[in-house]
């Protein structure tokens, strides 16, 4: 399991940017980007890929439908504990789309999803699962994945992966 480091991290240019903020707005189930750093979305922009990126999340990702109460969840979640210093940005993102934020914990705790409680000790990586990968896991893993992460090679589409829907018959 991978992840992929932000552009300038660990140098004086670089400036955090998460896809969740302490003080963000409770989240929009329709909001395509919700799950997706900022940082990852440039890079699909810059590469003139964003409307690959946004079918993917869309269509692949969210099945062609809002974000779930459990994902939602999780956002509110993550928010709470960045807003009580538990968690920070690691400076990374998730190599499959939608691409969410990683954080670290700097101490530990524990967060709540659709009743499921996830601790994690300081130094653990906390990052968002999207369905798909969901039903790779062999256990009922839910949203959240707590774990320490390795580098990963490159990004990649939920679109790509072999249980992918292909597209759920949306075009862009």
Do not use: N
């Not at 690691?90 to 789309?97: D, E, V």
């Not at 994690?120 to 896991?137: L, S």
């Amino acid at each position: 399991m991978g992840d992929l480091l932000k552009a300038l991290f660990g140098t004086p240019e670089f400036r955090s940017r998460t896809d969740t903020l302490p003080d963000s707005p409770d989240p929009d189930p329709q909001d395509v980007w919700l799950f997706t750093d900022p940082d990852a979305l440039e890079v699909y922009a810059g590469g003139g890929e964003r409307r690959r990126l946004e079918q993917d999340v869309r269509f692949e990702v969210m099945r062609g439908g809002p974000w779930q109460s459990d994902e939602l969840e999780y956002k509110t979640e993550i928010r709470r504990l960045l807003r009580e210093g538990v968690i920070t940005d690691k400076g990374t993102y998730w190599f499959r789309s939608p691409h969410p934020t990683v954080y670290r914990a700097q101490r530990a705790d524990s967060l709540t999803v659709a009743g499921r409680i996830y601790p994690f000790r300081r130094g653990d990586e906390i990052v968002f699962q999207c369905r798909m990968e969901r039903d790779e896991a062999a256990a009922d893993a839910g949203p959240v994945l707590v774990d320490r992460l390795s580098r990963a090679p490159k990004p990649m589409l939920c679109g790509e992966m072999s249980s992918a829907m292909k597209g759920m018959g949306g075009g862009m």
